[in-house]
Structure formats: C-alpha cells, structure tokens
C-alpha cells in the first residue's frame, strides 16, 4: 500500500510540478503529461527505485514494447545487470545534483535488438522540493554509433597522421599513419600527453590553438616539430576541428598533422633558386610588402637587401604604378599569373628604371594565394635596341612597316607612304587586306605562318593598290618580331618596288624581240649571200671546166 501510495504521489507531482524537461521548462500548471506524450524523444518517469511510472509513444516506437507492458515494469527488466546498477548510481547523481547527462543504455527491444541510447535525466520534486524520482529522456544512439565508427573510420584511414585529443592535450585516439610518422607503436602513443612528443613552448602553444578550437570551431598551420622514437625533431604543421558532443560542446579535438620536411626542402630550394637567380627577383605579400628579393634587385636599384625588405613597392614606384600593381596582384590571385607589366623603379641614385614584371602567385599548403612571387626585367638595354630598331625602320630606305600576327599595319616609315602616295595615319592601324586583293592576303597570312614556324619568308609577290588606284607590283621579305619572351608576334616586312625591276625586264623583253628579229634578217640575209656565192663558185668551176676544154681543143688543133 505504502509503494502504491508514492507511485501516486509521483505521478500527481509529475502532472502539476514545473519541471525542466531537457532543457525546456513547464511553466505554471501546464500537465507535463501533454510535454511527455508529446515529445519527438523517447520520455519516462520513474521512481528512485528505477520503477517505470509513465512512458510516452516514443518509448514504445523505440523499443517495440506496448505502452502497458511498460508501465510498472522496474527499467532492470530492459538493461543489464550492470547498467541497472549504473542507472540507479545515476538516480543517486540526479537526487544530488539535480540532473544527470549521457549515461549510456542498451535496452533490448521486443525483438531482442540491443538499442545503443543515452539518458539524460532531471530530478521529480515534490512541492517541498525533495526528490522523489526521475524524468528521463532517451536518444537513440543507432546513426550516431553508424556516425561515429564512419568517423573512426576515416580517421583509421586517412593516408595523413590523425590523432583526437582532450581538452588537455591527452591524446585519445590515433591512426597508423601517427606511428609511421613518429615510429612509436599506437599503444605507445594512446593515453599520452602531446607535450611527450613535443617541447614545453610547443606544448603551450598547442593548448592555447585547442582553446581556440573551443571559441572558433577550426585551427590552421600551427607548427608543431615533434620528436620521433629516433630522436629526429620532424617539422609538421597542424589543422585541427573541434570534437563534440551530442549537445554540441566541444569535448576535444580533431588533429590532422602535415609532413613538412619535403616541402621544406622544397621551401629551401626556392629560396635558394631566388636567391641565386640572375634576374631580380622579390617576394611580396597581396599588400605589396616586399618579404624577400634576391642580391639582383640590390644591384639593379642600389638599395642593401635590409633597405628593401618589409618595405612597400610603393616606395620606389608612382602612385600610379603601385595601383597597377596591385590591380596586377588581384590578376594574380584569379589567374595565377601575369606578364609584362611595365614598372619604372626609382634606383637609390634617383634613376628611374623601366622594367617589366613576371609574376606568379606564392600559395601556402592549402594552395591559396597568399602573395606572389615577381621577376623583374631591366629593359634598359632592351628600350635602346628598341629604340634604334625604330631608328633604323624610320630611315631604311625602302618601304618598311610592321604589322602583327593577323596583318594589322602597327607601324611604317615613310618610304612606304612615298609608295602607295597614302599618309602614314591612313595606313597605321589598317588590315594589309585594304591595299592588297583577297588572293595575296591569303598569300600573305601563309607568309605570316611561315615566319612564325621558320624565322623569315622571302620573295612573296604583294601588289598594293596606290592611293592614285595603280597597282604598284612589290616583293616582300619578311622577318619574326619577338617579345622579350622569343614569342613571335609579329613581322617586320620590307617591300621593294618592283616597277623600275619590272620596267627593265619589259625593256630587255623588247631588246631581246628586236634582237631577234635582227637575227632573222641576218640569216635571210646570208641564206641570199650564201646562195649567191655558191652559183659563182659553180660559175667559176664552169667557166675553168670550158677553158680547160678550150685548151685542150686548141691543142688537138695545132697537132
């Protein structure tokens, strides 16, 4: 009677008590029966004995069992022995604390599944406040276990050194890529402190990013340089996640530790090929300041390397130029690469230097650009040749012009407007396909792709059509024009004037038709001579036949 008389009264109190119910509070005299049945997670309450006093729809969905076969049936029934023994130190935790989180259950169902679930649970007070039994919610486990070995899973198989730590720094959990890295046995690592492995400054450090795992969720880059079994420091970088709970409290953290000894190779090898580059070459953040250059860009603009480093490109370029260069660098950061901006440095003398700039982007392991890396050319040397290039183009006495890869004229001297009788504005920026038929551009853009796979072409007939409209007959030889990379992308075309030539070979053609007809006469002429003189010759042999026959008469005669 007695053990009737409490199941009543903690059913009564359940019904009119405010109680908290995970989190959530019952307010005035809300029937916390409405909240129970209610509930999406499976509810109960029972005694302080573990006797089940009232369920909700949940329970019975979870563990297959009616309502009726529930209720009055002591939770021992559905857990083992020693869960029931962990359930009722639990009850004893929630008399005196007021709430008991995460204990973990294995209730078998109806069908006799084993049902993986964690409790959370608050105190059933009376009006006086005693505790006088528990109300429990239940949160089936089955996809979190399918989560969380998935995740255990992962991390065993992960081809990177994974490791979970606590709060503190004691290492939990961790994958067989950890020991072929430090060359300690798992059981060796387990259980550990990190601060085994890694100095006392490290350690610091370490514990300070898993604060800020805590307050940010995610840490990236901290060097840690932990020591093998061998002894050897191994340079690594870390990026670690947040480890939490089912509430969503961060209870440890997830490390994922980076190799670096190859990339600091790698690392060391660039610096040195910078450094013994023969260009100048300089390393710079997406800001502009100069991080590191090599002893070429000391000698290029006469500043000492501690005069240039941590230094702005703005200080020995215009406003102007330090905008482009930053427009460059955002280039950069979209496409990995940029060419040929042109940059006039101020040189320690004042000097101003055109250059042009090569850069590509600098990016950290994760490959995100973090700044760039630029090779300067002094164009000095290159602006000179350039400029008697154009010296030589402007005075050459024939018609000379140059144009790109798709027959554009860019640039002429004035021997060509003396040819075609056109101004040289009338010509610049015009397709050769104005001044010439359809058949020779194509002829000529054929010559344009021989320049660009031989170096030159030579001898193509152009006939352009004047200004006056006469068809001036022209022979082209054309050469590559380069950029400063070899890259071909252009011609340099020179024409000659062919009407004079052709003027000659129509004279010799004239020559050569009256010489030949000279020839005819002559030898009509010595055909009749000829002729003439073998008859005489005839005659004469005639005329000394008769003699000889006179003779010999006038000798008979006189016998």
């Given amino acids: ?18 109680q908290r119910l995970d989190g959530a509070r019952a ?24 006797r089940i006093l009232q369920t909700n729809d949940a329970v019975s969905q979870l563990l297959g069992f009616r309502r009726d076969e529930v209720i009055e049936q002591s939770l021992s029934r559905f857990i083992s022995p020693e869960e029931t023994r962990e359930f009722l130190a ?12 995460n204990v973990r259950l294995n209730p078998k169902s109806a069908t006799g599944e084993i049902i993986p679930t964690a409790l959370n649970a608050s105190a059933l007070r009376d009006s006086n406040g005693k505790a006088i039994g528990a109300i429990g919610i239940l949160r089936d486990m089955r996809e979190i276990g399918k989560a969380r ?31 072929q890295l430090l060359g300690f046995r798992r059981d060796e690592v387990i259980e550990q402190s990190l601060s085994r492995f890694i100095s006392p400054a490290e350690a610091r450090e370490f514990l300070a990013a898993l604060r800020e795992v805590v307050e940010r969720g995610v840490i990236r880059n901290v060097r840690l340089n932990p020591k093998s079994a061998t002894g050897e420091g191994i340079p690594t970088t870390l990026n670690a996640s947040a480890l939490r709970d089912s509430d969503g409290k961060a209870i440890g953290a997830i490390g994922i530790l980076r190799d670096m000894r190859e990339l600091d190779k790698a690392r060391a090898y660039a610096e040195s090929l910078i450094k013994n580059a023969p260009d100048p070459v300089f390393v710079s953040d997406l800001e502009g300041k100069i991080l590191e250059s090599n002893d070429a860009v000391s000698q290029l603009l006469g500043f000492r390397r501690d005069e240039v480093i941590e230094q702005s490109l703005s200080r020995f370029i215009s406003p102007e130029e330090t905008r482009e260069f930053l427009a460059a660098l955002r280039e950069v950061v979209e496409r990995g690469v940029i060419r040929n901006v042109r940059l006039n440095p101020r040189s320690a003398t004042g000097e101003v230097i055109p250059t042009t700039l090569n850069a590509s982007a600098l990016r950290d392991s994760d490959g995100k650009a973090i700044g760039a890396i630029g090779i300067l050319r002094d164009m000095r040397e290159l602006d000179k040749a350039r400029a008697y290039a154009e010296s030589l183009i402007k005075n050459a006495p024939d018609p000379v012009f140059v144009s790109d890869l798709e027959g554009k004229i860019l640039h002429t001297n004035d021997a060509v407007s003396e040819v075609l009788g056109f101004r040289r504005d009338e010509v610049i920026e015009q397709s050769l396909s104005r001044f ?30 004047a200004a006056t409209g006469e068809v001036i007959p022209t022979g082209l030889n054309a050469s590559a024009l380069r950029d400063s990379d070899g890259k071909v992308i252009g011609v340099i075309g020179i024409l000659r004037d062919m009407r004079a030539y052709e003027r000659v070979v129509r004279d010799l053609e004239k020559s050569k038709l009256e010489l030949q007809e000279k020839i005819l006469e002559l030898e009509k002429f010595e055909e009749v001579v000829v002729g003439r003189e073998i008859k005489m010759i005839a005659l004469e042999k005639e005329v000394e036949r008769w003699q000889s026959e006179v003779e010999r008469l006038r000798g008979e005669t006189q016998q």
Avoid: C, H, W
Wanted: zero cysteines; proline letters at 6%; charged letters at 30%.
């Fill in 27 to 50: 307010t005035g005299a809300m029937d916390a029966n409405i909240i129970i049945g209610n509930a999406p997670d499976p509810v109960f309450v029972s005694d302080l004995e573990g």
């Fill in 1 to 18: 009677m007695e053990r009737k008389r409490q199941s009543a009264e903690v059913l009564q109190t359940a019904r009119v008590a405010p």
């Fill in 149 to 179: 070995a998935y995740a255990e899973a992962l991390i065993k198989n992960a081809p990177d050194p994974v490791f979970v730590s606590d709060l503190e720094g004691k290492i939990i959990e961790s994958n067989d890529a950890v020991s």
């Fill in 90 to 101: 639990a009850l004893r935790e929630v008399v005196e604390r007021g709430v008991t989180r």
């Fill in 436 to 465: 010439i038929s359809p058949q020779e551009t194509r002829e000529f853009l054929a010559a344009v792709r021989e320049v660009v796979e031989r170096g030159v072409t030579r001898n193509v007939r152009l006939n352009p059509r």
